[in-house]
């Protein structure tokens, strides 16, 4: 029985360097990897964080800067005074405009999103099923309008909707209408301008969802006896999952805070989070306001962010 | 696979060999008519007006490289390609213009397409729930079905957290569950390993026995389609170059092609020197001696024909044999020590190189032949075949 005893002699031995390799104890190799991208981190997403944080728990003065020191030193006296304000968190529960525009962010970036999905899928659907040399060019065109700014995307919006704008002309001179359409300065605007702007962040996860997936599956399903229609609710809406969530994410989560879309097209009873926000810091000069509007607003945004993200790990784990 | 079920198996082969297959029998209904099916892909022709009758509880093997047609002609039973011109008659009924999800076929696929989102027991119910089965007798044909193939326990569990095994009896049990009238399997065992295939032939078998489903099987793999099939179709460019049973093909070649296919072979090239009704010479400057075979053929005069000889046909000695036809002298160039049996290449005076096989009866290594020992070779008048084509 020499071979069997010798590939035990070569199991032992393999398992006595990987416990070599562990007890050679921090590999500072490795951590200087993972250090550079979480220093990044710590100096432009932690601290700041901290900083306005902070910033929210202290009251508005009129000074440089315009908020009271959380820490103040009597040198005379020999005595510091450490003040914490949770004033600004309570008044935003005592003005329901905070709520409101909470509410009416989160409702606009949902009807959004819904809406990019509804328009995206269909678009990500044919990117993945053309020929691979199409799928290249129609990705790109996809990508394409980030060469412009956003901000005159947006403008070209309202070029397009206003009272005598191309889709007011348009219908007008086809005698569809005889009034012109209000379209600008009112919700509508809005849904358009982030469906538009959005778009691409939703049709590049789902493209990726819908292209991995295994084409013989829905000739599987059709074997069984599934119509094509039924095979698409059936195992492809299902399969695309992934992508729709992080699709939706991705739409979702800029468009609760968006504030030039809302600024440009919406009109003035279009209530988001990011004009209060604009309004607070820039016409009210209230910065520890305009911070825990903040602070709530990434609470409103994270939560439910770390819950999808948690299930859906968990269930990955399961599989 | 117990020893019972081995008993059950062989026993039904004997019973079922006692009786006339469908096949010989005239004037027998076909359960499958493929009637000169052609299908062109722009001017690439995969299939070539292929026609083929296959009968009710057969095993039939569609046998070829890739590229020989074979999937084609499958993916256009179950429905997914079109045929170019010809008919697809099943059980009697033309499936032209017959959607895939509304014909009497199911399919397990090579890959095995599993959805990765459904659970076992989901997988196999999928086709059941198409057709709008209630609920309880779903569940009572799934548990069932997946008894059938032993996965009872393991009916909550996705795709991925299967081996390779599991997952093709999973895809059995789906593609079997509809109790389709024809099942196509597309490289059933392909991507198994060699014991789990050994196991997983005989399953195939005893289920198609059982069930008494018409099985149609697209194989590349010549040792799979000789235990499986009924009878095999050997395919190369879009045609069927054999149908017949598999130690037909195998003993009685129709071609050279098929011979080469199936198994290995020898081949002598030679002119017919003398064409009796019951016997024929070759005279081949490959062999260096006149070959000698105990039946007739029918071909041209002078024609170039090829005599072949199946590897373990052949006896090997160190002493020159009693007999005096089909007998030559070689040296042994190369042995390839197999376990069971032993691959010699034997390189005759004119170079040409003779593979022999012998099975190992003796275990002493010093009484075998040895590298360039000089042997001879020789076989029996009644086991090659000459082939015309």
């Known amino acids: ?319 | 696979m117990t020893s019972s079920q081995l008993n059950e198996l062989s026993t039904s082969t004997v019973a079922n060999s006692t009786e006339v297959p469908l096949w010989k029998q005239d004037g027998a209904e076909p359960f499958l008519k493929i009637e000169n099916v052609t299908k062109m892909f722009g001017e690439f022709t995969a299939v070539d007006n292929i026609s083929l009758d296959i009968y009710k509880n057969e095993l039939f093997c569609l046998l070829g490289g890739s590229g020989s047609g074979k999937s084609t002609l499958l993916r256009i039973l179950a429905g997914f390609e079109s045929a170019t011109s010809g008919r697809i008659i099943i059980d009697g009924v033309d499936m032209a213009g017959i959607q895939p999800w509304k014909r009497p076929v199911n399919m397990m696929f090579q890959s095995y397409a599993l959805f990765p989102h459904l659970s076992v027991a989901d997988n196999v119910a999928f086709g059941l729930r198409r057709e709008g089965v209630a609920r309880s007798e779903v569940k009572q044909r799934v548990a069932q079905m997946l008894d059938m193939v032993q996965l009872s326990a393991l009916g909550k569990r996705k795709p991925n957290q299967l081996s390779g095994g599991q997952r093709q009896r999973v895809a059995l049990a789906r593609s079997l569950i509809k109790r389709p009238k024809l099942l196509l399997l597309d490289e059933p065992l392909g991507a198994l390993d060699k014991k789990l295939r050994e196991e997983t032939q005989f399953e195939l078998i005893n289920i198609q026995e059982e069930l008494g489903v018409t099985f149609v099987v697209v194989t590349h793999d010549q040792e799979e389609a000789m235990t499986l099939a009924t009878r095999i179709g050997v395919m190369s460019n879009g045609v069927i170059v054999q149908t017949a049973e598999p130690h037909v093909v195998y003993e009685y070649p129709n071609s050279r092609f098929v011979a080469e296919f199936v198994g290995s072979v020898n081949l002598f090239e030679g002119k017919v020197v003398e064409d009796l009704p019951d016997s024929v010479r070759i005279r081949s400057k490959e062999a260096g001696v006149e070959l000698f075979v105990n039946h007739g053929i029918s071909c041209a005069p002078n024609q170039t024909v090829h005599m072949a000889i199946r590897p373990e046909k052949i006896k090997i000695s160190r002493n020159r044999p009693e007999q005096t036809e089909n007998c030559i002298q070689g040296i042994i160039e190369d042995i390839a020590y197999m376990g069971s049996l032993s691959v010699f290449k034997v390189r005759l005076a004119n170079g040409k190189d003779v593979r022999v096989t012998q099975p190992n009866f003796v275990r002493d290594m010093g009484a075998r032949f040895t590298w360039h020992e000089q042997v001879y070779l020789s076989w029996d008048m009644d086991s090659s075949v000459v082939l015309t084509s």
């Open chain 1, 1 to 319: 029985m020499s071979i069997p005893s010798g590939s035990a002699w070569i199991d032992k031995s393999a398992s006595g360097m990987a416990r070599y390799n562990l007890s050679r104890g921090v590999n500072w190799g490795r951590f200087s990897v993972i250090a550079v991208p979480g220093l990044w981190l710590g100096i432009f997403f932690f601290i700041p964080f901290l900083v306005v944080f902070k910033i929210s728990l202290s009251e508005s003065a009129i000074a440089v800067p315009p908020y009271s020191a959380m820490l103040e030193w009597d040198l005379e006296e020999a005595y510091a005074t450490f003040k914490l304000n949770f004033g600004n968190y309570l008044y935003l529960f005592e003005d329901t405009f905070y709520l409101d525009a909470y509410i009416s962010s989160v409702k606009i970036a949902s009807i959004s999103t819904f809406f990019t999905l509804i328009v995206g899928f269909p678009i990500a659907y044919l990117i993945a099923r053309s020929k691979p040399s199409m799928r290249v060019v129609l990705l790109s065109l996809v990508i394409l309008p980030f060469w412009t700014s956003f901000l005159l995307r947006v403008y070209a919006w309202m070029g397009f909707l206003k009272k005598n704008g191309i889709v007011n002309e348009f219908l007008l001179s086809t005698g569809i209408i005889d009034q012109p359409l209000v379209m600008l300065q009112t919700d509508f605007a809005v849904y358009i301008g982030i469906v538009y702007t959005y778009l691409p962040f939703m049709i590049l996860p789902l493209y990726t969802a819908l292209e991995k997936m295994d084409l013989t599956l829905l000739e599987a399903a059709e074997d069984l006896g599934s119509r094509p229609y039924q095979s698409f609710f059936l195992v492809t809406l299902p399969l695309a999952v992934p992508g729709i969530i992080a699709g939706c994410l991705l739409v979702f989560i800029p468009a609760v805070g968006e504030f030039v879309i809302p600024a440009l097209l919406g009109g003035s009873d279009t209530l988001m989070i990011g004009r209060v926000l604009w309004d607070e810091f820039f016409l009210n000069r209230d910065w520890p306001m305009a911070s825990a509007v903040a602070i709530v607003m990434l609470v409103v945004l994270v939560l439910p962010v770390m819950l999808i993200r948690n299930a859906q790990g968990k269930e990955e784990a399961h599989s």
